[in-house]
C-alpha cells in the first residue's frame, strides 16, 4: 500500500510524468520488469496524476480481480475539495443527483456515460467525501463536472477494507503484512 502523491501516473512507463514505480525500491522495480514465475508487480486499479492517496500494488491477478472487477461494486472513499463552495441548501441537491447515479460528460476518448449511485457527504462547504462502486475514467471529476463545479483536489482514502493510514506519508508504501499489525494506526472515515 502506498501514499501516492500528485504528479506521477500508474504506469510501468512514461515520457511525460514520473510513475509510481519510481517510488519503490530497486527490488520491487524488478518485479515489473522481470515477473518472478510469471507474476508481474502492478497497481491495482489506477489514480490519475493529479490524484493522491490509497494505491494497492500486487502481483496477485486474482487479488488484483476482486478489488476492480465491476460485478464486487468494492467501495471506494475520496477526500474531494472543490473550485465552488456549496452551501448547505445546495448540499442536498448533491447527494440526491449522486444517489441517483448522475450522466458523465464525454472526456476524452470516453463517451458520455451513467455512474452508478454514489453518496457523498459534506465536511464543510468546500470539501466532502465520495463513496463510489465502480472505476471508470476520471470518474469523480466528472461527476461534479456534470454538476456544475470541478475538482481541486482528490484523495483516495479507502478502497475495500483497506483504509489509508495516517501516519503514511505521501510517496512512502508498506507491506499489507505489517498494515495488520499496526490496525490502531487507522482511522476509519465512515
Request: hydrophobic letters at 35%; a positive charge.
Amino acid at each position: 500500500m502506498m501514499n501516492k502523491p500528485c504528479g506521477y501516473v500508474c504506469s510501468a512507463v512514461s515520457d511525460r510524468h514520473k510513475t509510481v514505480y519510481s517510488l519503490l525500491e530497486p527490488e520491487l522495480q524488478q518485479l515489473v520488469q522481470s515477473p518472478v514465475r510469471g507474476k508481474r508487480l502492478h497497481t491495482v486499479g489506477r489514480l490519475d496524476c493529479e490524484t493522491s492517496g490509497l494505491l494497492l500494488f500486487t502481483t496477485d491477478g486474482n487479488f488484483s480481480h476482486s478489488l476492480t472487477a465491476p460485478e464486487n461494486k468494492i467501495e471506494k472513499k475520496y477526500i474531494v475539495k472543490l473550485h465552488q463552495k456549496v452551501i448547505s441548501l445546495h448540499q442536498k441537491y448533491y447527494e440526491d443527483e449522486f444517489k441517483k447515479g448522475i450522466v458523465l460528460p464525454a472526456e476524452k476518448k470516453w463517451p458520455v456515460q451513467k455512474a452508478l449511485p454514489a453518496e457523498i457527504h459534506f465536511s464543510d462547504e468546500s470539501e466532502c467525501i465520495v463513496t463510489v462502486t465502480e472505476g471508470k475514467f476520471h470518474l469523480v471529476r466528472r461527476m461534479f463536472k456534470a454538476l456544475g463545479n470541478e475538482v481541486t483536489g482528490l484523495q483516495r482514502i479507502s478502497f475495500g477494507k483497506y483504509i489509508l493510514p495516517l501516519e503514511l506519508a505521501e510517496g512512502k508504501y508498506i507491506s499489507l503484512k505489517n498494515l495488520k499489525k499496526k490496525k490502531s494506526m487507522l482511522k476509519s472515515f465512515k
